[in-house]
């Protein structure tokens, strides 16, 4: 939790296509400039630069957007004041689960979370909720799911807000 209510950490959780990143951008637009947009997206093929390429569009020039894969805690880390939108967590988690494949995500979420609570501006971050469907049938998928599940949680402890996006509806948790 903040001590500072004008830098507050908000999670957006949801299921693909469930509204997640539109809400943040609102949320995020609420809160004082500057307003970095943090990309942990890579472009690894046409499908997935379109998306990238509609994300930027949607939230237009206001924006200086960081694409970092890996490092998100040393952005956080270098920014002060303004907003950090972070989006997404999930991502950020299978690129560092994948370098080197089934690395331990544990000191990398462990440093993000340090990163969020000595942070000099407010987060709104966006993260999938993976642990909602079918129990995966690789030991991969499966543990991703957990860390997934489990970096969600410990955000949420750590956040002022939490916010479920189900259809484009937003329920406030906390």
């Known amino acids: ?48 630069a379109a998306r990238i390429d509609r994300h930027r569009a949607e939230r237009g020039g206001e924006w200086r957007t960081i694409e970092e894969p890996f490092e998100v805690a040393g952005v956080l880390a270098r920014q002060t004041g303004g907003v950090v939108l972070i989006d997404c967590l999930t991502l950020w988690l299978a690129n560092r689960m994948g370098a080197p494949p089934g690395a331990d995500v544990g000191p990398a979420v462990g440093a993000l979370l340090e990163a969020v609570a000595s942070r000099h501006c407010a987060v709104v971050a966006v993260s999938n909720e993976v642990g909602l469907g079918i129990v995966p049938d690789n030991p991969l ?34």
């Not at 999670?11 to 539109?22: D, E, H, N, Q």
């Not at 957990?146 to 937003?170: S, W």
Request: glycine content about 6%; aromatic content about 4%; overall charge positive.
């Open 1 to 48: 939790m903040s001590a500072d209510p004008s830098l507050p950490i908000v999670l957006v959780l949801g299921g693909a296509r469930s509204g997640k990143s539109r809400f943040a951008l609102a949320r995020a637009a609420a809160l004082p400039p500057p307003r970095v947009f943090l990309a942990t997206a890579e472009a690894l093929d046409e499908e997935m």
């Open 141 to 174: 998928a499966r543990a991703f799911r957990d860390a997934a599940g489990a970096m969600n949680r410990a955000f949420a402890e750590a956040a002022d807000e939490v916010h479920l996006l189900v259809a484009g509806q937003a329920l406030r948790i906390r």
